[in-house]
């Protein structure tokens, strides 16, 4: 399977309802470094209310 990004073989994939993507490493560090800036993440972390303890 290939990256969904680019024509790399893929490092990861993941399926939902039949449908099967996958990334290689270097997008999907991309793609989590897109997350950790998104607000709707800081939202929904309040709205959980979850207790992590180290």
Same mark, same amino acid.
């Given at each position: 399977? $290939?990256? %969904?990004?680019?024509?790399?073989?893929?490092?990861?994939?993941?399926?939902?309802? !039949?449908?099967?993507? !996958?990334?290689?490493? $270097? %997008?999907? =560090?991309?793609?989590?470094?897109?997350? /950790?800036?998104? /607000?709707?993440?800081?939202?929904?972390?309040?709205?959980?209310?979850?207790? =992590?303890?180290?």
């Amino acid at each position: 399977m $290939q990256c %969904h990004y680019c024509d790399r073989d893929a490092d990861l994939a993941v399926e939902s309802d !039949g449908i099967k993507v !996958g990334v290689c490493k $270097q %997008h999907f =560090r991309e793609q989590m470094a897109e997350l /950790e800036d998104a /607000e709707w993440l800081d939202e929904l972390d309040e709205q959980l209310d979850i207790d =992590r303890r180290e």
